[in-house]
């Protein structure tokens, strides 16, 4: 019930201060200073945004298909090591387990794909409104395939398998084995640091903004306890799921903010995958 509180009001915290900004800018308006309101905040190239896009979606599909592939676990397999072998900063999750805790962590993570959608009740994001769509598709793609391939490489088990007092039909689930790193964790600091770098883009001048940067940073934040609690995951998973989301998050909104000129995004390939090419022209 207290997470579900604090669920409720990042959400209405969110929605108020870009409803709050939303009727700044319509004053503004009436006063003839809304000439930023028309100004595109975004940059969009079909042939690279498409080839991005396309490219992201197809490796997106590949780690999900790498981990589905995956041998089935067996009782051997299981950790039978010392969790005290673990690092210190991970031990402790070893004696975590929640159901609880892991089904309200499912409704911070799906909560989180409505951040960027709640930008749409305003008229420069709607001016903008399929180019923002698919940044957000490609933080999605990017942050939630780069995760998948992590845990289809390493097959980290999950700290609750350490635990004797869980069930050894819970053990046995192939997901027992995608510890690392923690996807509930990346995809909402992926779309928490997105919604809240597209909202920093398009009000600038917004005393909002700590507002919505610290719900954007606190939703994930909250969702890590939970996969923590519910002995889903170790820290280390928690910390380096929550710095990939964030980075990406924050870097493809970024990106689309710089010229064509100045920066070019190139899809490589290697043995056995893809690579993306950022440069960047400084001036």
Not at 151 to 158: G, I, M
Not at 188 to 214: E, N, Q, R
């Amino acid at each position: 019930m207290k997470f579900n509180l604090i669920l409720l009001t990042l959400l209405i915290g969110h929605q108020c201060a870009t409803a709050q900004v939303h009727e700044e800018k319509h004053d503004d308006h009436n006063h003839d200073h809304d000439h930023e309101d028309h100004v595109d905040i975004y940059n969009w190239d079909w042939k690279k945004d498409g080839y991005i896009l396309g490219a992201s979606f197809l490796g997106w599909g590949t780690s999900r298909f790498l981990k589905a592939q995956a041998d089935k676990i067996t009782v051997e397999d299981l950790p039978q090591r010392d969790p005290e072998n673990l690092w210190s900063i991970d031990r402790g999750a070893a004696e975590n387990y929640s159901e609880s805790a892991g089904q309200l962590s499912d409704i911070f993570l799906y909560t989180s794909f409505l951040l960027p959608i709640s930008h749409y009740t305003g008229l420069k994001c709607r001016k903008q409104g399929f180019v923002i769509a698919g940044m957000a598709l490609e933080t999605f793609f990017i942050t939630d395939g780069i995760t998948n391939t992590l845990k289809a490489l390493t097959k980290r088990f999950r700290p609750f398998t350490y635990n004797p007092e869980v069930p050894i039909d819970e053990k046995l689930d192939n997901g027992a084995r995608y510890s690392f790193v923690s996807g509930h964790s990346s995809n909402t600091a992926a779309l928490g640091f997105f919604s809240a770098k597209v909202f920093s883009d398009l009000y600038p001048d917004s005393k909002w903004k700590p507002v919505i940067w610290t719900l954007g940073a606190t939703l994930p934040a909250m969702t890590g306890y939970l996969r923590y609690r519910a002995g889903k995951h170790f820290p280390t998973d928690i910390i380096s799921g929550y710095l990939l989301g964030a980075s990406i998050g924050y870097l493809v909104p970024h990106f689309h903010k710089i010229s064509n000129e100045d920066l070019a995004l190139n899809l490589l390939p290697l043995n056995g995958g893809l690579m993306f090419s950022f440069s960047m022209t400084l001036k």
